[in-house]
């Protein structure tokens, strides 16, 4: 596929996956901010403003300029309303040999 779409929304039983969007910046904010002791095993130290609405809304929207040309796709679990788990397709290679970088974090709870 060139260039990229949205990849859509996937429900199960409780939860729902979703695309990632700037209107969810202060869920993901949130859930950073309840997750932070938790994923500091596996995290790289970051700075306060990471931790913010406004950081992640940037953030999202520069992921989502890379899911415009088919290069990442940022990907959010739901469980109800709360942001329960991050999913990041990135460095998308298309070609005879296909391949992507997952990263992904689930909420400590």
Not at 29 to 56: D, G, I
Not at 88 to 104: C, K, T
């Amino acid at each position: 596929m060139e260039g990229g779409k949205p990849i859509g929304r996937f429900f199960g039983a409780s939860s729902c996956w979703n695309n990632l969007l700037p209107s969810d910046a202060a869920a993901l904010a949130a859930a950073y901010t309840r997750n932070r002791e938790y994923l500091s095993c596996w995290e790289p130290v970051r700075p306060e403003e990471y931790y913010t609405e406004a950081w992640q809304a940037a953030d999202i929207v520069r992921r989502l300029v890379e899911t415009e040309v088919g290069g990442g796709y940022p990907l959010a679990l739901f469980a109800g309303h709360t942001l329960v788990g991050r999913f990041n397709l990135a460095a998308i290679v298309r070609g005879p040999f296909q391949s992507a970088g997952l990263g992904y974090w689930m909420d400590s709870n």
